[in-house]
């Protein structure tokens, strides 16, 4: 006998986080439901078969965030998204459920550039019994997204900046041989920011980038994959030992932390599972005081779009050790929590958009190129 799904309730109490769920399977209709109904400051209004009848609610309910599985019959959760976006006045924040598969993975990062706000993973084979472990992470991600639709933005629409708060201005560019290593930490909302920093990059283009995202294995791959076929530079996903060459951007992989270290006078990746406990994998702050022990005031920094605060210990050690650190301004960011740790700690030199940032980005390695 199948559990009955939770009846409408389009109305909420004040301050209540309205919810719908779309999703094709009745298991997980009423296992997300019941996720977020263990929150008392999240309301499930209703529940949705597939992506028609998710659209047909999400415009009669105006709900603040939608969960929406990817693959359904009738509309699948791409197109239910891409009509979202276009037909709603006020559409709400949009949380993917991708399979955890290589085919989920790259769906996953072609929603995040239609213009979701982020993404659970689930294991279909072990639905029923890992379920309830996504239930934190379920509510946390509703919670950060909730009310940010209108900063989910595509790329082209990010405008430069009227001001930069720091001691740097959008229009600065960088002096010839200021880094070794960059190093870029982000996390909700962060792919779409990542490739407009990374298409941006011109062949010649001399600094090794590192790049910590908060995602798991097989998406920081697609991830990678995806950045390296838009890229004038070469892209890859991390390995331990790997040496860091001039103008190659390194994915770290999801699931592990990385950091960088010296091999015979020469930067390498150091990929594995210590220190373990540690909330993400890979950690921002791990990568970011690496970068500080060993290239100190010739490190740039970057901090993404993300919730939380990960990234802020790194930059205290790299700000330091004399080094720049630049952060996503809040108008442009998905969830403005990890740049505003940074910027309320007083380490950031400029707060930008991702077209800005590139901006700088690119002088960083071309003024490096200049003098090699």
């Given amino acids: 006998m199948s559990t009955p799904s939770p009846?409408?309730?389009?109305?909420?109490?004040?301050?209540?986080?309205?919810?719908?769920?779309?999703?094709?399977?009745?298991?997980?209709?009423?296992?997300?439901?019941?996720?977020?109904?263990?929150?008392?400051?999240?309301?499930?209004?209703?529940?949705?078969?597939?992506g028609l009848e998710g659209l047909a609610k999400a415009k009669s309910l105006q709900p603040d965030v939608v969960t929406m599985d990817i693959e359904m019959p009738n509309l699948d959760g791409l197109a239910a998204l891409t009509r979202i976006r276009q037909e709603m006045q006020r559409p709400p924040a949009v949380v993917m459920c991708?399979?955890?598969?290589?085919?989920?993975?790259?769906?996953?990062?072609?929603?995040?550039?239609?213009?979701?706000?982020?993404?659970?993973?689930?294991?279909?084979?072990?639905?029923?019994?890992?379920?309830?472990?996504?239930?934190?992470?379920?509510?946390?991600?509703?919670?950060?997204?909730?009310?940010?639709?209108?900063?989910?933005?595509?790329?082209?629409?990010?405008?430069?900046?009227?001001?930069?708060?720091?001691?740097?201005?959008?229009?600065?560019?960088?002096?010839?041989?200021?880094?070794?290593?960059?190093?870029?930490?982000?996390?909700?909302?962060?792919?779409?920011?990542?490739?407009?920093?990374?298409?941006?990059l011109p062949a010649g283009f001399s600094c090794p980038i590192i790049i910590a995202q908060h995602m798991p294995a097989l998406f920081t791959k697609s991830l990678a994959e995806r950045l390296h076929d838009m890229a004038a530079v070469r892209v890859v996903h991390g390995e331990d030992g790997a040496p860091v060459g001039p103008g190659v951007v390194y994915v770290a992989p999801g699931g592990k932390q990385t950091r960088v270290r010296r091999n015979g006078g020469r930067l390498t990746l150091e990929v594995n599972d210590e220190p373990g406990g540690l909330l993400y994998k890979p950690c921002v702050n791990e990568l970011f005081s690496s970068a500080?022990?060993?290239?100190?005031?010739?490190?740039?920094?970057?901090?993404?779009?993300?919730?939380?605060?990960?990234?802020?210990?790194?930059?205290?050690?790299?700000?330091?050790?004399?080094?720049?650190?630049?952060?996503?301004?809040?108008?442009?960011?998905?969830?403005?929590?990890?740049?505003?740790?940074?910027?309320?700690?007083?380490?950031?030199?400029?707060?930008?958009?991702?077209?800005?940032?590139?901006?700088l980005l690119v002088s960083a390695g071309a003024a490096a190129r200049r003098v090699a």
């Fill in 98 to 200: 991708s399979s955890l598969t290589k085919s989920g993975s790259q769906a996953t990062l072609k929603a995040l550039r239609l213009g979701a706000a982020d993404f659970i993973a689930k294991e279909h084979s072990q639905c029923a019994a890992n379920v309830d472990d996504m239930g934190d992470e379920l509510i946390a991600k509703v919670k950060a997204v909730a009310g940010c639709a209108s900063r989910v933005l595509a790329s082209t629409a990010w405008k430069p900046a009227s001001q930069s708060t720091g001691r740097l201005s959008r229009t600065h560019r960088f002096a010839p041989g200021d880094f070794e290593l960059v190093v870029v930490g982000s996390s909700t909302g962060g792919p779409p920011v990542l490739e407009t920093l990374i298409e941006a």
């Fill in 7 to 50: 009846s409408p309730q389009p109305s909420a109490p004040a301050g209540q986080i309205r919810v719908l769920v779309v999703d094709d399977s009745a298991f997980m209709r009423q296992a997300i439901s019941r996720l977020l109904s263990s929150d008392p400051g999240i309301k499930v209004v209703d529940i949705a078969r597939d």
């Fill in 292 to 359: 500080a022990r060993l290239t100190g005031s010739r490190t740039l920094g970057i901090i993404c779009t993300g919730m939380g605060d990960d990234g802020l210990l790194g930059s205290r050690d790299l700000k330091g050790r004399g080094g720049t650190l630049l952060a996503q301004d809040m108008a442009s960011c998905v969830v403005y929590g990890m740049p505003r740790a940074v910027n309320m700690a007083g380490l950031c030199d400029a707060n930008l958009p991702p077209n800005d940032l590139a901006d």
